[in-house]
């Protein structure tokens, strides 16, 4: 129930604290009991995962004293105060400073562990939003969320880090699911604009008079910044840019133009996300020339999935692995057939496809019935004739397959070489081979 979350008891009379602390342990929470404030903050932190329940009334450092040690250190961490009857006007205070709630002497266990349950989700939320936020602005941990060793996507890390040093403006296009927002969040946070402002907006969501007074001013709430203005000296990121009136695009223009009298560095890099779905359409087609030259001046492509090869594989494992967490049960194993066909797929949707079928194939495989074949089958008709349109050679689908193979079966083992030559009916020379041939290392499974 408290997803590993903690509730720190602070109260100077041993039996209040074991009373709370069993009565929420029956309640299915972790607790940790402290006889005093100055106790309880050694341990307290901003990375503290829970919360707090406390005493007002307590020798040396008082309830009310510790609220505020607890709040100047971290606001977001839920502090719920009990209270004698004569204490219920300096709990109000309490409240006014920063306490999720409080609870009157005597109170109803279950209206304790009723309030605990809403702070321990308000903390959960918290900290997540606090850990994305961490994530977005980590250029390096953006990186390694885009997963995969082929040459396209090495390529396109080293782009990333290329094209993130130079600050200037960016178009970035490619088909759908292909990852293009988090590639712009990755531009932002790899470059020398880490740590300030990154805005998105969507340039197809607002009517043109609204849009314009979201980026330009003034705010139709009619309060703030407008974004030009908010995010200046960050990053500003207009996905579906091709919606762009002409209007707007020149007004963008004189933006850039004004930007490069400036200096070398404009006040907003502009980021613009070109989510045509047509192939036969090219973003270029669609919007201004003179604004087209310039949000381009440095111009990314995303890779489609189906030229990615063997990352196909690698990204169903991690995406089923996931799902078989989350649903508690095995991660289906995927037959040689099934990876040939996997490889071949057309893959329209791109990653956000795998990620949709690694979901279905999880589900189907804990029902017992079924195979990932026959759900491409069903998201795709034409799919025995379109699987073989990138032309690639069998020898890539029996590697990509073999590589997968002894992945799966050196992690089931743990990196026991005997049991993987058992299982697999090879000798030794042959998997130590093979393993460096497609860079598995012992050392990765133990």
């Not at 009991?33 to 050694?42: I, K, P």
């Not at 109170?107 to 997540?128: E, G, K, N, Q, Y």
């Not at 495989?365 to 699987?387: C, D, K, Q, V, Y």
Request: aromatic share 6%; charged share 25%; hydrophobic share 40%.
């Amino acid at each position: 129930m408290s997803d590993s979350m903690s509730i720190a008891i602070v109260d100077d009379e041993e039996d209040m604290r074991k009373s709370i602390s069993q009565w929420l342990s029956l309640s299915g929470y972790n607790t940790e009991t402290f006889a005093s404030a100055e106790e309880a903050l050694a341990r307290l932190s901003p990375d503290f995962r829970g919360i707090v329940i406390s005493d007002i009334k307590m020798p040396g450092m008082d309830g009310m004293a510790f609220l505020r040690r607890v709040m100047n250190m971290d606001p977001a961490l839920p502090v719920i105060l009990i209270t004698g009857h004569g204490d219920v006007p300096m709990a109000v205070e309490a409240m006014r400073i920063g306490a999720y709630d409080f609870v009157e002497k005597p109170f109803d266990p279950d209206r304790l562990a009723d309030l605990a349950r809403r702070a321990i989700h308000t903390r959960r939320l918290a900290m997540d939003n606090r850990a994305l936020r961490r994530e977005l602005s980590d250029g390096t941990v953006l990186l390694r969320k885009l997963v995969g060793s082929s040459p396209v996507m090495e390529r396109l890390r080293e782009d990333i880090l290329d094209l993130a040093q130079a600050d200037n403006h960016v178009l970035i296009d490619g088909e759908t699911g292909t990852g293009k927002s988090l590639v712009a969040h990755a531009l932002h946070a790899c470059g020398p604009r880490q740590g300030r402002k990154f805005l998105s907006i969507s340039c197809a969501a607002y009517p043109e008079e609204e849009l314009s007074a979201r980026l330009f001013g003034p705010p139709p709430e009619g309060a703030g910044l407008s974004l030009v203005e908010e995010v200046r000296g960050g990053t500003l990121c207009l996905e579906d840019v091709e919606a762009l009136s002409p209007a707007l695009q020149a007004r963008l223009v004189s933006l850039m133009n004004d930007q490069a009298l400036t200096g070398d560095s404009p006040p907003v890099r502009l980021v613009g996300i070109c989510n045509i779905a047509d192939s036969e359409t090219r973003c270029e087609d669609q919007l201004r020339s003179d604004f087209y030259y310039r949000i381009s001046a440095l111009h990314l492509t995303l890779p489609p999935l189906r030229q990615r090869g063997e990352d196909i594989l690698i990204l169903f494992k991690r995406f089923a692995e996931t799902f078989a967490d989350e649903y508690g049960c095995e991660a289906p194993e995927i037959s040689a057939r099934e990876a040939a066909h996997l490889l071949q797929a057309p893959w329209p949707g791109n990653v956000r496809q795998l990620i949709n079928l690694a979901e279905r194939a999880v589900l189907q495989s804990r029902r017992g019935g079924g195979s990932i074949t026959s759900l491409l089958m069903s998201e795709n008709a034409e799919l025995p004739t379109t699987m073989v349109s990138e032309g690639k050679p069998l020898r890539e689908y029996v590697e990509a397959f073999e590589r997968m193979l002894i992945d799966n079966t050196m992690r089931r083992h743990r990196g026991s070489i005997s049991a993987v030559m058992e299982e697999l009916r090879i000798p030794r020379r042959t998997l130590n081979e093979k393993m460096a041939k497609y860079g598995l290392s012992r050392a990765d499974y133990l």
